[in-house]
């Protein structure tokens, strides 16, 4: 049962979307997919290293039915262009834009052997597109769990954000890492999720104190036109970072960057062209905040949790060059506010959004000054979010 009056209307208008879509709603299903934010641990998933995600309740809705053929036909209410294709012929085709998100799933599935029922889907989110906030991992993640719950049919639960990454790699062509898709797949109601990307070991911390504290997240609006490119410069980088301390650390386990102790990276770091020494600085020193932040969040230490995202930021900034001046603009004036704890860019960064962790009761004198200061600065009109920690995906 759905307890969120916001919810409801959507869902309300989603099911009148269908109506007017294929003509009759009469026994259709609802899923729910969460966008993510990221509380700390930036650009170590794709290092095998370990990230501290949530579920966000801003998501991607989607009212699906079977159909008595063997295709897929999907609709967006946030786009104009409807699309159909055979479960039998599924190919990648840049014209279908937006829909090759869903039916990369139904090819990856079709890939896994599992034998798919055609489909009627339309979907409607209030994720921010191309914010950081993980759009395209919600829509796979759920696309997922609509067509193996109309098809009768289950897979282990740890397997779903592994096909869906595979999905984003393979068929959609972008190399990313496991963070997103997994956080979609288990997120719960407020907690942060620990993840080491390299075991795929997980378990779920407890926000303490979570009614007297909110997270804000802060839209720059500048669209990350730099994001891919830069992404995937960042992980030739950091392998080749690999690669020269392999020469030097005799150790047999170093299976990624985020296998390298800070005191072996210390002793070798002079041995790295400067540039690579600093990704490689980054992602060391960043998943010791991260395992710091977990220690933090468990004891109710938010002061603590605060600093060290301020620090992830700098290192994201000044080390790892993925910030952007708006994204720098938006994180000074969070923190030059009352009641912030701290402050940072969250997603791959060059746009997208900033997240701090603040007073709830000064949540809204917090949004009006940041608001206003980085209008003032770059002349444009954020987007702000408070933030309530989230279930991952779900049937309602």
Known sequence: MVKDKFL?????SLKREFKKTFGNAKGIQIFNAPGRVNIIGEHTDYNGGYVLPIAINLSI?????KTKDKKIYLKSKNFSRKFAASLDKIKYDEKKDWANYPLSIAWVLKEEGVELCGAGVVFEGNIPVASGLSSSAAIEVLT??????????????????ILCRKAENEFIGVKSGIMDQFIITFGKKNNALFLNC???????????NIKDKVIIIGNTKIKRALAK?????????????????REYIKRKNIRNLSS????????????????????????????????EAVESLEKGNMDKLGKLMIESHNSLKELYEVSCKELDF??????????????????????????????????????RRVRK????????????????ISDGVQKL
């Open 61 to 65: 809705l989607a009212a699906a039915k």
């Open 8 to 12: 409801e209307t959507r869902i309300e």
């Open 260 to 291: 390298i102790k800070k005191e072996d990276f210390e002793k070798y770091k002079n041995n790295l062209p400067p540039v690579i020494a600093r990704r490689c600085e980054h992602v060391i020193y960043e998943n010791n905040r991260v395992k």
């Open 144 to 161: 997922m769990k609509t067509l193996l719950e109309l098809s009768g049919k289950t897979i282990e639960k740890g397997k779903i954000p």
């Open 330 to 367: 938006m994180v000074e004036a969070f923190l030059k506010s009352d009641g912030v704890y701290g402050a940072r860019m969250t997603g791959a960064g060059f746009g997208g959004c900033a997240i701090a962790l603040v007073e709830r009761k000064a949540q809204e004198e917090i949004i």
């Open 198 to 208: 390299d075991t795929l070991a997980h378990r779920l911390i407890p926000f303490h």
């Open 373 to 388: 200061k980085y209008r003032e600065k770059t002349g444009i009109r954020g987007e702000f979010y408070i933030c309530r």
């Open 229 to 245: 490119s830069a992404y995937n410069k960042r992980l030739l980088e950091c392998n080749e970072g690999l690669n020269i301390l």
